[in-house]
């Protein structure tokens, strides 16, 4: 068991290097050049060559790389061209606001994929069980912005309830929260379903029920337990999914995190802000499928005695 | 045929054709159907006061801020969307599925590489990845295609590979090696041939997702560039007038959710026909 969670360990590392290493590859091949966007529209080809030079971008690809990964093995992501900082201190002072979002859009996901998921379970084929299968294909076929904006239109400007935008209070946190887990809620209750329809079929549900226990005590206390793996699993791919597409969320509802950095970035060409986005993302999707792996052994005791 | 004729008794998946083929249609005949040009800037296309007109009267989708008639819009964007969505996933099926069978069939140490390889594709940031190289990239329509096709090949490759482990265990395999086959003739007249249903699948489940990131892509202003018309590109052109004139960001959003619908619906329906083994799972 601990073999196989180091083993993991040493391999989310070495896919952290390779994405930086990807990353690097790309945005050094990409047609725009930094330089000349700092230097702006005035500058005489000395003064992009100065800054060419100033950021170290007239050495060699693979110094370059090296440097940076030296650099990356210190804790230091490089400075930003455009806002003159460290890009780490940048990325941490917006990760909260994301982590925030994270969080409430995956509560809000959970909860309502397992109610709806165990309801459609246990009413195999009902009318709860239809509507479920058919909403949640329309969730994941529902254009994100699009869903933004419809619930801007409706609470926002319509009927006045949340703020349009900003961050700060509870309030602001509701329609972008909304927009995720609504969305997202669709496969988890699909998830939940197909586990616990696995599950209720098993002999020792039908044993819980001829022993007399009520059917709630069967199908939270017997039989949940034992489809949560894989709602966990989901849980861990969703943090890192979550990281790379929340900024749309973010640009739409002004959500000042990392996902409205990376898109400034983007825009400004800041590549080393870019590169520690890109990082940061990987690094979610890295953890959420470790943590995955960690936590399956304390839901599961078959797991632990392999 | 037989596949089609399952496909019409499901009312879900009968739902997604009617509507695959109404946009299919309307992407092929839009200059007929259209009584205006998409980029016309009509004269009498905005009211006195300058604002987009409402969906009525001669038309049926309203304007949008430049006076443009939206259905035309939407009819050429359909176009747009389509071609980026058969183009985009057909690339990344070819790729995943030339990916996979390589890993699956090769194994070994060439295999692993590929295997690995598309597991560091996993832990990328796919959408992140998408915006920062189409922003980069001047963004055009075949760009925008790549950029997608790029990261969308990983999830095809992945399945393709585990099915073709699978197939190369098994006997009938097995024993037309015995027969003296050589690689290229078990490849492509016994292992293809068995790995086209999780194709058509992941073809048809893949247009949604295609379709989805275009418009996502579009949204954001790095997509399809106007005046070329697409659904995301629609949106973004009249996002911020959304509380005035809501028929420009609604009616596409509510075509691409259609068409998304659609095609996820129809590839659900088609799993299940083509792989009874998945059957009823999620």
Do not use: C
Not at chain 1, 50 to 73: K, S
Not at chain 1, 215 to 233: C, F, M, Q, S, T
């Amino acid at each position: 068991m601990a073999f196989f969670l180091a083993r993991r360990l040493v391999q989310a590392v070495l896919i952290l290097l390779g994405v930086a290493a990807i990353t690097f590859l790309l945005l050094y091949f990409l047609p725009a050049d930094p330089a000349v966007l700092i230097a702006g529209r005035s500058a005489t080809p000395q003064m992009v060559a100065a800054i060419r030079h100033e950021l170290g971008l007239d050495q060699p690809l693979v110094m370059q790389f090296l440097h940076y990964v030296g650099n990356l093995l210190h804790g230091d992501l490089g400075r930003s061209y455009t806002q003159k900082t460290e890009v780490l201190p940048l990325i941490l002072a917006r990760l909260p606001a994301t982590l925030i979002l994270m969080a409430a859009g995956i509560v809000l996901e959970v909860a309502l994929g397992l109610t709806f998921g165990i309801i459609a379970a246990v009413r195999r084929g009902g009318f709860v069980d239809r509507s479920v299968m058919m909403l949640s294909f329309v969730g994941v076929s529902s254009p994100q912005f699009v869903v933004a904006l419809l619930l801007l239109y409706v609470f926002a400007a319509t009927l006045g309830w949340f703020p349009m935008s900003g961050f700060g209070t509870a309030r602001h946190v509701v329609l972008p929260a909304l927009t995720l887990g609504v969305l997202g809620a669709g496969w988890y209750a699909r998830m939940v379903r197909s586990a616990m329809i696995e599950v209720l079929r098993q002999d020792y549900v039908r044993t819980a029920h001829a022993k007399g226990l009520s059917g709630r005590r069967v199908v939270l206390g017997h039989a949940l337990p034992n489809a949560l793996l894989p709602i966990i699993a989901m849980v861990g791919i969703d943090i890192g999914q979550f990281m790379s597409g929340v900024v749309v969320v973010e640009a739409v509802y002004g959500w000042p995190g990392i996902g409205q950095l990376a898109w400034q970035a983007i825009q400004q060409v800041d590549v080393p802000i870019i590169m520690g986005v890109t990082l940061v993302s990987a690094l979610a999707i890295v953890l959420g499928n470790l943590l995955a792996d960690f936590v399956a052994p304390f839901v599961d005791p078959r797991i632990r005695s392999q | 045929m037989r596949v089609l004729r399952e496909l019409t008794r499901r009312p879900s998946a009968l739902f997604g054709l009617i509507v695959v083929v109404l946009v299919l249609l309307a992407a092929i005949f839009a200059p007929w159907i259209a009584h205006f040009s998409p980029d016309d800037q009509l004269a009498d296309g905005l009211s006195l006061e300058g604002a987009p007109l409402p969906p009525g009267g001669d038309h049926l989708f309203g304007t949008d801020t430049l006076g443009r008639d939206l259905f035309a819009r939407v009819l050429f964007g359909a176009r747009t969307s389509l071609i980026i969505g058969l183009v985009a996933n057909g690339v990344a099926v070819a790729i995943g599925l030339l990916v996979g069978l390589l890993a699956g069939y090769l194994r070994g140490a060439a295999g692993n590489l590929l295997m690995r390889f598309t597991d560091l594709m996993m832990a990328f940031p796919a959408l992140l990845l998408a915006i920062a190289l189409a922003a980069l990239l001047r963004p055009s329509l075949w760009i925008v295609a790549m950029v997608i096709a790029l990261v969308n090949w990983v999830q095809v490759a992945r399945i393709v590979y585990t099915e073709t482990r699978g197939l190369v265990e098994r006997d009938f395999i097995v024993a037309e090696r015995s027969l003296g086959a050589g690689n290229g003739r078990i490849i492509l007249l016994h292992i293809l041939p068995h790995l086209m249903p999780t194709a058509i699948v992941w073809g048809t489940l893949g247009i949604a997702t295609t379709v989805l990131l275009e418009a996502t892509l579009s949204f954001l202003g790095i997509g399809v560039q106007p005046p070329q018309p697409s659904w995301g590109n629609i949106i973004f052109e009249s996002q911020s007038y959304f509380q005035d004139a809501p028929w420009l960001v609604f009616i596409p959003g509510a075509i691409i959710l259609a068409t998304a619908l659609s095609f996820n619906l129809i590839g659900d329906a088609l799993r299940d026909i083509l792989d009874p083994t998945q059957r009823g799972r999620l």
